[in-house]
């Protein structure tokens, strides 16, 4: 075999390994974003499917509704819970509002009608 087959093959392989290391960084690094995003995803079904058979929803409804979500990513053991789920129904009825999917009326939230 020749040495320059030899040094571009490694060279190669180094290349490879470098990518592969850079993309794991990168994966790990948004890993809590993206948990994060996944409850958020999970907490809007359950909401959406909630007010597809009722008018409208409360705070403490979306609590309840919002008990005990997980997220988890694939090939990996991190995983997120929702332990408070005071600050998590907050937060996802104030996202849904701010994104259009639900309004405000008193106490309760309604799903605004397109």
Not at 7 to 20: D, P
Not at 37 to 52: D, H, I, Q, R, T
Not at 86 to 101: P, S
């Amino acid at each position: 075999m020749k040495i320059s087959t030899m040094i571009i093959g490694m060279l190669l392989f180094a290349v490879a390994t470098m990518i592969i290391y850079g993309w794991g960084l990168v994966k790990q690094k948004n890993q809590s974003r993206d948990l994060m995003n996944m409850l958020f995803a999970k907490g809007e079904s359950k909401v959406k499917k909630y007010l597809k058979k009722h008018d409208s929803i409360t705070r403490a409804q979306v609590e309840t509704l919002c008990e005990g979500i997980e997220a988890k990513l694939p090939f990996s053991s991190s995983k997120a819970v929702v332990q408070n789920k005071k600050d998590f129904a907050e937060q996802l009825l104030t996202y849904m509002t701010k994104t259009g999917q639900l309004e405000k009326d008193g106490l309760k939230y309604k799903k605004i009608k397109k």
